[in-house]
């Protein structure tokens, strides 16, 4: 089965909602320069929540070829949630993915894999696709535990989805010790833990699942490093952060040529 790939720039918090015109429309020409569609990979954008009504706006009207995700979301529904932003606020700005359990929310906000799991399961019930986050630290790595670790976040994070919701999902690979770093896991390390991952949905739901399931790879993607980490056969798109707010490196990503196998 072939999987479309899924090239997503995260833009973190950077890029306030003028900022963020200039850079779609930057990001839209190049690719309209290169006659891209995308009808062979999906180039999603992931601004700050006061970014999205504005980019959402742009990618509408001017049709471009542009997919508009959320860095995060509530794990409520509604209510007297001070400071939280709701799946169904986020479907109905045409959000169409939504990124779950970053490695900096963990970090800074004490996200578990319990409540990425909610944040997932609102994302689906809202008709959005979430781009679950999982990857371990330099510490577990250097233990040698980097897929044991990585295995029982993705059983956490998809605890009681079924096997549909699964195969339409994107699973992001990040080491945390490989994000804005410049430290890159080499293509073998991308693919030893994306092809356990793999592996460890078909052991949970079925092949089939696995097959459809998308993995993403995340740490210092850049245009000149994409197309090896690509070529892994169980890699099937990339995270990327800092490259992601340059217009005309993150078109090179996106529009990164396959290489001879
Ligand atoms: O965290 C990341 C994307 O979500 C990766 O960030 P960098 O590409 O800056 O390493």
């Not at 989805?161 to 994107?170: C, D, I, K, P, R």
């Not at 993607?221 to 490196?249: R, Y």
Request: glycine share 8%; hydrophobic share 40%; net charge negative.
């Amino acid at each position: 089965m072939t999987r479309k790939p899924i090239m997503a720039g995260n833009w973190k918090m950077n890029l306030d909602h003028v900022e963020a015109t200039g850079m779609v429309q930057k990001l839209a020409w190049t690719l309209a320069d290169k006659e891209f569609d995308g009808s062979t990979v999906d180039c999603v954008v992931v601004p700050p929540f006061t970014d999205l009504r504005t980019v959402q706006t742009l990618i509408d009207g001017e049709r471009m070829p542009i997919t508009l995700a959320a860095q995060d979301v509530s794990e409520h529904d509604s209510g007297a949630y001070t400071g939280e932003v709701s799946a169904a606020m986020l479907a109905k700005l045409r959000v169409k993915y939504v990124v779950v359990g970053h490695s900096e929310r963990r970090q800074f906000h004490a996200e578990t894999d319990e409540v990425v799991n909610t944040k997932a399961a609102k994302v689906l019930a809202a008709g959005m696709t979430p781009i679950i986050c999982v990857g371990e630290g330099l510490d577990i790595r250097k233990e040698g535990r980097h897929v044991e670790y990585t295995l029982n976040q993705v059983r956490g994070t998809l605890a009681g989805l079924t096997a549909e919701q699964v195969a339409s999902l994107v699973i992001a690979y990040e080491p945390v010790w490989a994000i804005g770093t410049g430290e890159v896991a080499t293509p073998e390390d991308a693919q030893e833990v994306c092809g356990a991952i793999r592996k460890e949905v078909a052991d949970l739901y079925d092949d089939a699942t696995a097959e459809a399931l998308r993995i993403q790879y995340g740490g210092s993607v850049k245009s000149g490093n994409v197309a090896q980490i690509m070529n892994k056969p169980d890699v099937d798109g990339a995270l990327v952060g800092g490259a992601s707010l340059q217009p005309e490196e993150f078109a090179a990503i996106v529009l990164y040529q396959k290489l001879p196998v």
